[in-house]
């Protein structure tokens, strides 16, 4: 019988795509010990940590493992934030020759190979990354978009992708970049300031994520809205854990960690979370589809 690791007790799931960015998000803060707290199947032990997903036409596998002393290889050669981003875009069904330009623009070696390896490490922790994707896999099916410079030059939708740029975006304050990139260039060109409104949905799991992003005027006295002081790492936790089709009580659960006030059936049904932030406001407004 295969024990399970402390996430798998106590979420009563299976490991996923959430665990694979949280992952991550721990080997960035540097929280070492975190990571083979949650996800080490044999305690007391710095056992290789194995990650493998599924989405269509793909296979998707993540080694974490403890060095014996400070990598220097070249092999090493990406971010943590280069393998979120992949991930992400392999689940949102991005072009397979998207991904590939994203990531040469990045320096990072790639080829016409339907398999992408990537490996980097912080301190002592070495994680490595293999996407494959399937020989056979069908053309990429096109899908309605609109007119902002992402979706022009990416030929795509917005997505839970852009959600997560935008909100670490908003966090490191590039207000301007965000604009620039997500506003209908129409808009940009020859609206207003008022117009200038980043807004979009996009399916994560069982739910439709409303996401709007608005540059604001710090002059004006603002109510703050219900579940308005919400960080946006809070968020980005909560959009990964949709997507990955979690169950509304784990959502409530990592919610009222910080001190967001939510049940379940709320969390079951619609919710809105908001945060002022550099002089903007985001909101996400969740809604159960199915």
């Known amino acids: 019988m295969t024990t399970k690791c402390l996430v798998e007790e106590q979420e009563h799931r299976e490991l996923d795509s959430y665990d694979l960015i949280e992952v991550l998000e721990l080997v960035k803060d540097h929280r070492w010990q975190e990571i083979w707290r949650r996800y080490n199947r ?42 979120q981003a992949l991930i992400r875009r392999v689940l949102l069904g991005h072009r397979h020759g998207l991904i590939l330009d994203k990531l040469s623009r990045y320096g990072v070696p790639v080829g016409a190979d339907d398999t992408i390896n990537l490996s980097c490490s912080i301190g002592t922790v070495g994680i490595d990354l293999v996407v494959s994707r399937d020989k056979n896999a069908p053309e990429y099916r096109f899908r309605r978009f609109g007119t902002s410079r992402v979706e022009q030059d990416e030929q795509r939708p917005l997505d839970h992708y852009d959600m997560v740029a935008i909100l670490l975006s908003s966090y490191l304050n590039r207000t301007d970049w965000i604009l620039n990139r997500y506003v209908p260039q129409e808009i940009l060109n020859e609206g207003t300031e008022e117009e200038k409104v980043v807004r979009f949905s996009s399916p994560a799991g069982d739910y439709l994520v ?54 379940v059936v709320e969390a079951t049904r619609d919710f809105s979370l908001a945060r002022y932030l550099n002089d903007n406001y985001i909101e996400m407004r969740c809604r159960r589809t199915s």
């Open 210 to 263: 409303d996401f709007l992003f608005q540059h604001i005027k710090n002059d004006v006295t603002r109510e703050l809205p219900p579940r308005g002081n919400v960080s946006v790492g809070t968020m980005h936790q909560v959009i990964t854990r949709l997507f990955a089709g979690h169950d509304p009580a784990l959502i409530t659960q990592e919610l009222t960690r910080q001190g967001i006030i939510i049940t």
């Open 42 to 83: 044999q305690p007391g032990e710095f056992a290789t940590l194995n990650f493998e997903l599924y989405p269509p036409h793909y296979f998707v596998q993540m080694t974490v493992q403890q060095l014996t002393s400070l990598a220097l290889s070249a092999k090493y050669n990406v971010t943590p934030y280069i393998m």
